[in-house]
């Protein structure tokens, strides 16, 4: 009892077995060029120094290989044979069933307050892992080929305003408008196309506009509903004074009935 059927051993132990000779992927970035490498190392030794470890830890390069000497690269994440992704904050080194929600990783919502059960690795690496992503956080002295050794030019610029601003050291009173980081492209039909972003969060004078106009709104409507409350509380106070002045009138009525019923009484009685 607590152990698999043969069947069932043989399945794992073949399983194991493939992915040892499978290796692992190692997908480096460099932030500090904008390079991106993808290794194949088969060899068990080094992928011993990546095992256990967690997302966010650190590993030397060194285990890795020599031309990796000096380098310090930190665990991103990754992607297991059967390409599930890794999750941080699981700790375990296989797959398990999360129910998620709108705001975790892993997950994109399709429907307003939806919930669903999907399938994650945990954070800890293993030998089942296809690829592992790793980020650069020190480089070494020896230039690697195709990651170190080239700058990648960033493609988009900054799309709001105050990050325009902050780019170019601009004033207040400079347009971001003039600055804004463009790219030329040619189109299916040959033709040369420039594209530049739509700037966010840009005050213009129809912006300003808008705003005291729903501003002005925004006071109509409260000057609007204290003139209705006024209004109300005027009509609620004559209508209680009419009631109370019909109930008197009306019991004027009735104590004046009863007198002249009294008095036609008492001369009957006479």
């Known amino acids: 009892p607590g152990h698999p059927p043969p069947a069932r051993r043989r399945q794992v132990s073949l399983v194991v077995t493939l992915c040892r000779r499978g290796g692992m992927k190692l997908n480096i970035a460099c932030p500090q060029t904008g390079g991106q490498k993808m290794i194949d190392i088969d060899d068990e030794k080094k992928l011993r120094a990546l095992y256990d470890k967690r997302i966010s830890q650190e590993v030397d390069g060194i285990a890795l290989g020599g031309e990796f000497e000096g380098y310090v690269f930190r665990i991103s994440g990754g992607n297991d044979k059967q390409g599930f992704p890794m999750k941080q904050g699981v700790l375990c080194n296989h797959r ?82 003039k600055y804004v980081i463009a790219r030329k492209f040619e189109n299916k039909k040959g033709k040369s196309v420039t594209k530049a972003p739509k700037i966010q969060r840009l005050i213009t004078p129809v912006m300003l506009q808008r705003k005291r106009r729903r501003k002005a709104l925004k006071m109509k409507q409260i000057e609007k509903v204290k003139k209705d409350a006024n209004e109300y509380n005027r009509i609620k106070t004559q209508r209680v004074q009419e009631q109370k002045d019909a109930r008197r009138s009306a019991i004027s009525k009735r104590r004046s009935s009863r007198k002249s019923a009294l008095k036609a009484a008492q001369q009957t009685d006479d």
């Open 96 to 177: 398990v069933r999360l129910l998620l929600r709108k705001g975790h990783s892993c997950y994109r919502q399709r429907k307003a307050g939806e919930r669903k059960r999907k399938s994650v690795r945990g954070c800890v690496v293993g030998a089942d892992l296809a690829v592992l992503n790793l980020v650069t956080v020190k480089l070494g002295e020896t230039p690697i080929e195709g990651l170190t050794d080239v700058q990648v030019p960033v493609r988009l610029g900054p799309k709001r305003a105050n990050k325009i601003r902050k780019l170019f050291a601009l004033a207040k009173e400079d347009d971001p408008r």
